[in-house]
Structure formats: C-alpha cells, structure tokens
C-alpha cells in the first residue's frame, strides 16, 4: 500500500473542495480556487473534512498514481489556505533586485538589467535589494518562477555571486594557486 496516497488529506475550515467528472477537483479557499484535472483512473472521494483517494489495483503504474494524485490534491488545499513562497537572495557586488509595478528588474553584472513580469496569479516581493520572495498559491509556478529568475545567474563556486534560494548551500571551490 501507498504510504503517502493512504494518508487522508485534511480539509481546513474554509476551503471546498469539489470532484466533477473525469476527476477535474476544483479547489476553492481564502486566498483563491486551484483547478485541475487528475489521473481518471483514482477514485477520489470527499468525507466529511478529508479527501481519500484509492486505486483501482496494484498494477506498478496505479501505484505510482496514488501517491502522487493525494500530493497533488494536498498542495492545491495548502496553496488556497496558506500559499507558498520562496526566497532567493542576490549575492555579488552591485547585484541588486528592485521592483516597480508587476515588473522585476535584475541588475546582475550583465551590459543590461534583466526585466521579468511576474505570471498571473504570481507576486514577487523585494525586501531591501538582495531578497526576492515569490508568492503564490500554486506549488508548481512558484517553484518555475523562482527557478526561471534563478536561471539569470545562477551562484558561482568560486566567489558564491549569483542568484540562490535561502536555503541552498553553495559548494565554494579554491581557485588557482601561484607557481611556485
């Protein structure tokens, strides 16, 4: 049995959850609705405050399905209820972020500064001028969002200049050494 698609996902106080044919489950919640449609084969059903999905058998493509449609369904009730957001931090001299409207301009030692328009239903906060922080309420497009600004420049292991998560850990290297 699937350890996590077992697991019953919790319905906070506040948040719908619906299941229309062919498994479309539209997800309604404060901070706003996540629509999207789910492998045909799960059985998802709505008891009470939770969500349980089962599957049909134990063919190793259905085991696979059912973690991952029960993660699926949690992150959309946790992006309505709570959101989700992730930092990255600009370290290098004179790279900085600023914001101005839904627009990102990213001065990161290139000719030019780099301008991003944040996606729909996507926000990016600047606090200060080396901390961006992408808020959102579906997992997947915050993740890509903060990927793509990551991909302007990413950290290098030499100096640790770039754009990186809060939470990464850059792996520094020793640069050359004079011939003796």
């Known amino acids: 049995m699937s350890r996590i698609g077992r697991l019953p996902v919790a319905i906070p106080a506040g948040v719908t959850v619906e299941v229309a044919e062919n498994n479309k489950v539209t997800v309604k919640g404060p901070k706003g609705t996540l629509e999207r449609e789910l492998p045909a084969e799960m059985e998802i059903k709505v008891e009470g405050a939770e969500v349980i999905v089962t599957r049909p058998n134990d063919l190793k493509r ?102 990186k998560y809060a939470d990464e850990v850059i792996r520094r290297k020793v640069g050359k050494t004079g011939k003796k």
Do not use: C, F, W
């Not at 302007?152 to 754009?163: D, M």
């Open 62 to 163: 259905m085991k696979s399905l059912h973690g991952l449609t029960r993660t699926l369904i949690n992150n959309m009730v946790h992006g309505v209820s709570a959101g989700y957001e992730k930092v990255l931090e600009v370290n290098g001299v004179g790279y900085r972020a600023s914001k101005s409207g839904n627009k990102l301009t990213l001065n990161l030692g290139y000719s030019h500064p780099v301008e991003m328009i944040d996606p729909e239903g996507l926000e990016a906060v600047v606090e200060g001028q080396n901390k961006i922080i992408v808020k959102g309420i579906d997992k997947e497009k915050v993740g890509q969002y903060a990927a793509e600004i990551r991909d302007k420049r990413r950290p290098e292991p030499y100096k640790g200049k770039g754009i």
